[in-house]
C-alpha cells in the first residue's frame, strides 16, 4: 500500500532575488530627484539601496542601462492607464478619463511622475542605447500615439491636424502643465485640481472645432 509523502509532494517554491531590481531603481530615483543627474553613480545608488556595487553592475550590466529600466519603469505606469482609459466607451468620457488618468498617476506615483516631470529623456538617458532597449525605446510611445490618433476621430469625426492637436490638448497638455510645477517643486497636488482639470479638459473638448 502505498503511503502519500506529503514533503516530497510539495514542490520547492523559487527563492525571491536577494536584490529586487525594484530597491536598485527606487534607489537611482531618489538620488536623481534629490540630487541630480551626476549624483546617480553606481556607488551612490549601491549605498542608497544597501545593494553591493557587483550585484548592480551583474544585474544590469551598466549605469545607463539602469538609468534607461528606470525611465521605461516610469514610462510604463504613467501610460498603463492612460490608455487603458481610452477603452471606455462614450468619447467624451473616454477623452476626460485619459487626461484625469495623468493627474491620478501623479498622485499614485509621485516620485514616478516627479522624474518624468523634472528631466527629458535625452537629459537622462544621453546617446540611445543599443540592442533591445534601442528598439524598446522606438517603440515606447507607440501605443499612446495610436491612442490619440483614435481619440481624435472618436471625438471629432476626422483625422486633422486640427482635430490631433484639440485632443492633445485635452488629454495630455491640459493635465501634464496642471501638475508639472507642483512635481517638479515636489508639493503635493492641490486640493481642487482634479476637479478644476476636468472641467478645463470637458471646455476644450466641447469647444467648436
Known sequence: MAFWNGYS?????PRPPLHP???MLDAARGLLIQDGVRAATVAAIAEASGVPVGSIYHRFGSLETLITKLWLRAVYRSQASFVAAMEHPDAVEAAVAAALSIFDFCRKHPADARLLASFGREELIGASPSGSLADELA???RPVERAVVGMAERLYGKRTRRSLDRTMLAVFDLPYGATKRHLVCGTK???GLRHDLETAVRAVIDAPL
Do not use: K, V
Open 189 to 191: 497636488l492641490p486640493i
Open 9 to 13: 509532494s510539495i514542490r520547492a517554491m
Open 139 to 141: 517603440e515606447l510611445n
Open 21 to 23: 531590481t525594484d530597491a
